[in-house]
């Protein structure tokens, strides 16, 4: 084996070692060193393209992707769909839309973004750190619109627009059927919801479900916390003063802990205030906000593969 051989060897393990370890700076400097030596591998174009969409480097993981793409001997559908990927986060709509038909993807004609129902799935929220999980409504092929209230420490909001990956990550029950999990890659459009962290006393679930159906102008949703964040409680991290209040016959907990996504304060104590007014024994124990920045990315582990498969 040659020099030049052994060297090239030696770059090509070292490249995939790297990205199979999450070393995505690395993978991305070596995969480039690859392409100096050989700059029409479409391999190595097609993982400098993956190294650099969870880099989040759109420009560069579009460029790479599409010239693999050009020096395919066959059709591939990875590139194309990372390229979609990145142009969709680039606001590239007509390179988009011709990716997408080219991977026989039926879309509502017309030009711009698009906005058509693709059903509902999960999506893993910063999934490089910490990974909540909240229902989204997918509005084309690699973005959703957030359905459900985020805790204020994720960075996001009811109605944000997410870019997601193209690779499922495991699947979730939603009530009525096995739907995918997808990462999310980049939040796309912010919501104008705000979250409130809200803490209601009250003796009965019906009370509780009133208040999640009630719907007045500024509120967007409302969500009973309670029992679905379970890893501290929300009133102790808050600081709010109560105690752990529990009926030992029903296992119904008096103190209830919600997400409600409201334009404003003004409407979350609108809404407050005409439930607690509509029947007995309703206490509003308190209104806050909390909301915190989008989790800065970060190495070191494959955080976008399905956690089985690590």
Request: net charge negative; aromatic share 10%.
């Amino acid at each position: 084996m040659s020099a030049d051989s052994d060297k090239h060897e030696k770059l090509h393990k070292r490249a995939y070692a790297a990205i199979d370890s999450g070393d995505l700076l690395s993978a991305s400097n070596d995969f480039e060193s690859l392409l100096q030596m050989e700059p029409n591998d479409r391999f190595y174009h097609y993982m400098l393209g993956l190294a650099r969409k969870y880099s989040l480097d759109w420009r560069a993981s579009l460029a790479h992707n599409l010239r693999a793409i050009e020096l395919d001997t066959e059709f591939g559908e990875a590139e194309h769909w990372n390229a979609a990927i990145a142009a969709t986060a680039l606001g590239d709509w007509a390179q988009v839309r011709r990716l997408w038909a080219t991977l026989g993807i039926k879309l509502p004609e017309g030009e711009g973004p698009i906005h058509d129902d693709f059903g509902v799935a999960v999506v893993r929220l910063n999934p490089w750190n910490g990974g909540e999980t909240v229902f989204m409504r997918r509005i084309d092929p690699v973005r959703g619109r957030l359905l459900n209230v985020p805790l204020p420490e994720s960075g996001h909001r009811f109605g944000d627009i997410v870019l997601h990956d193209g690779a499922r990550t495991g699947s979730r029950h939603d009530g009525d059927q096995q739907v995918p999990v997808f990462n999310e890659l980049a939040r796309l459009v912010p919501s104008d919801f705000q979250t409130f962290v809200v803490f209601v006393s009250c003796k009965q679930p019906e009370d509780i479900q009133e208040l999640l159906a009630s719907n007045l102008p500024g509120i967007g949703y409302a969500e009973d916390w309670t029992e679905t964040v379970r890893y501290y409680c929300m009133r102790c991290s808050y600081g709010t003063t109560h105690k752990h209040d529990f009926d030992d016959e029903s296992g119904w907990q008096n103190d209830r802990n919600l997400g409600i996504a409201a334009q404003s304060r003004a409407s979350v104590e609108k809404l407050l205030q005409v439930w607690k007014e509509a029947g007995r024994e309703r206490t509003i124990d308190g209104v806050e906000t909390n909301e915190q920045p989008i989790p800065d990315r970060e190495d070191g582990h494959v955080w976008w593969r399905e956690p089985d498969e690590e």
